[in-house]
């Protein structure tokens, strides 16, 4: 008889290393809402990969029991991707901060977006580069003081991250926020189950560097989108990522549709082209020999 496989807990998906970052920033909140949703998941620790890649928020692969990749300032969607493509039957979760994917690493978003690589990316939003000590991000207000703007950020606009996200093709898009755990729950647990590229922005509040979007003004802001929210519709996900109410911020699943993904792409040009799985990668080299 086989001996009967315990549940893992969320408390299973912990590596032994203490979460190193400043009391009350919002990234344990987030951290938590992983573990919990990984739980949900019962997904195996030896068949899941967390990648990052700089920033207070790319810490948080470390804290985990998974298997882990820190990559470089703003590369993690890359090397997800080439894990995903290389162990298709491997979950693959990215983790960042909105400097490491918007600043150096926004030339890959789209990419991955448009693709529908099967990923599941978390951007923790705290509108600031918070590693490097308060400097503003692509996210951070036009105008709002950072440690080497005092008078002010001169851009004209900032990034919308849904309205990014939801042109470029992304599958799933959803908004949350540290502060209200049991709805980050459920969207990570709905972002894991989706096929496809899968977008959560979590509004993960930096107390020591930013004072103006803090824990108290995101509660205030944060509001649910309407019930009758139509989640399969592009146009009304786009008008309320652009438009919420005045002084608020919604909260939720923007938008979900199924289209095929990457891999289920490749595998049908494979099938139609009757692709040799055992092809000899010298052939294709010698193609390029001058
Ligand atoms: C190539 C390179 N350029 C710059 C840096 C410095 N750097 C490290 S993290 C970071 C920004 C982090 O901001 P964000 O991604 O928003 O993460 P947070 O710390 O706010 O969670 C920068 C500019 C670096 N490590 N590598
Ligand atoms: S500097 Fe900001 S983002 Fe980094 S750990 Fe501290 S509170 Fe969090
Ligand atoms: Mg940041």
């Not at 573990?35 to 890649?53: D, E, I, K, R, W």
């Not at 608020?248 to 699943?253: A, D, M, R, T």
């Amino acid at each position: 008889m086989e001996a009967a496989t315990e549940a893992l807990k969320a408390k299973d998906y912990r590596s032994g290393i203490r979460a190193v970052w400043c009391p009350g920033c919002g990234d344990y909140g987030v951290l938590n809402s992983v573990q919990n949703a990984f739980a949900a998941h019962q997904l195996p620790l030896n068949s899941t990969v967390c990648v990052s890649g700089i920033g207070c928020s790319s810490r948080l692969p470390y804290f985990l029991k998974t298997y882990g990749f820190h990559t470089a300032h703003g590369r993690s969607l890359p090397v997800a991707a080439g894990v995903k493509l290389a162990r298709p039957d491997l979950e693959v979760v990215v983790f960042g901060g909105d400097g490491d994917l918007f600043s150096i690493g926004g030339g890959h978003f789209p990419h991955i977006a448009r693709k529908n690589m099967d990923l599941t990316l978390v951007m923790m939003d705290n509108h600031i580069y918070g590693l490097t000590k308060g400097q503003s991000s692509p996210t951070s207000s036009p105008g709002s003081i950072g440690s080497i703007t005092p008078y002010g950020v001169p851009d004209t606009s900032n990034v919308n991250p849904l309205a990014y996200a939801l042109t470029y093709g992304a599958t799933f898009v959803a908004q949350g926020f540290s502060g209200k755990p049991k709805q980050m729950d459920a969207i990570l647990q709905e972002a894991l189950n989706h096929e496809g590229f899968s977008f959560v922005n979590v509004l993960s509040p930096c107390l020591t560097f930013n004072k103006v979007d803090t824990t108290d003004y995101f509660k205030a802001a944060f509001t649910d989108l309407p019930e009758d929210h139509d989640k399969g519709n592009l146009a009304a996900a786009l008008d309320r990522a652009f438009n919420p109410p005045a002084g608020k911020v919604y909260s939720g699943i923007f938008f979900q549709t199924r289209k095929p993904t990457m891999v289920e792409n490749l595998r049908a040009i494979n099938k139609k082209q009757k692709a040799d799985k055992n092809m000899d990668l010298n052939i294709a080299v010698d193609w390029f020999k001058p």
